[in-house]
């Protein structure tokens, strides 16, 4: 265990120069569940995705949020979007939300990742749903994204595999260890989704309400 304390503060020396090179002036606040959530967002291209990504430590927290269109190409423009199942967004109905009334630039789905227990042992997941709620976005000369945005994830459980723990032993350790340091340092959410990843969904269901957002971003 002292090796693990050892390669632990290791890391965050070693990644602490990164989040200073990085810093910005992004602005993102929110309520989540009524509790304030407050950090500076990044924009990052997650697989073949570009995503406003929000993350804090202690616990460890990742709000992402993607615009994009039913053809799945990224979509950055002012106007209205609607956000849809995070799982299954284009869907017949919602495709013909979109196309009849018109007044959607895109569609955007939301994402919510919470530790529940250390080190990354179990998490709370909120993902939008088919609720007709919607983000208003807004691009300035400046080359800032402003967007507001308010909604109720579905939410589910993730416990870590008891296989995962055990055949995973130390190495799996230092590396959640690892992607916590760099989460801290940088900014950036390093390997915090539970989803395929040696976790496995509970059966307990709720509901994550998310009041109040706002965010400021540079884009360009």
């Not at 199942?85 to 009849?100: L, S």
Request: with cysteine; charged share 30%.
């Amino acid at each position: 265990m002292k090796t693990v304390y050892v390669l632990a503060c290791f890391l965050l020396t070693a990644v602490a120069a990164i989040g200073q090179k990085i810093a910005n002036d992004n602005t993102l606040s929110v309520k989540v569940d009524g509790k304030d959530y407050t950090t500076q967002p990044r924009r990052i291209r997650v697989g073949n995705y570009w995503w406003v990504t929000a993350n804090a430590v202690k616990p460890d927290k990742s709000l992402r949020i993607w615009l994009g269109t039913f053809d799945r190409r990224d979509a950055l423009e002012s106007g209205t979007y609607l956000v849809v199942d995070a799982d299954k967004p284009d869907t017949k109905e919602n495709r013909q939300k979109y196309e009849d009334f018109g007044k959607y630039k895109g569609i955007a789905i939301v994402k919510y990742v919470e530790e529940t227990r250390e080190p990354r042992m179990e998490y709370h997941v909120g993902k939008s749903q088919n609720n007709d709620e919607t983000i208003q976005v807004k691009l300035g000369t400046d080359g800032f994204l402003e967007a507001t945005f308010s909604g109720k994830l579905a939410g589910t459980y993730w416990k870590e595999k008891a296989t995962a723990t055990v055949f995973g032993g130390m190495g799996r350790l230092i590396n959640k260890m690892e992607d916590k340091a760099i989460t801290k340092a940088s900014g950036y959410d390093s390997d915090i989704d539970p989803e395929g990843n040696g976790y496995k969904k509970q059966d307990k269901k709720d509901e994550i309400v998310l009041t109040d957002g706002k965010v400021r971003l540079k884009v360009n």
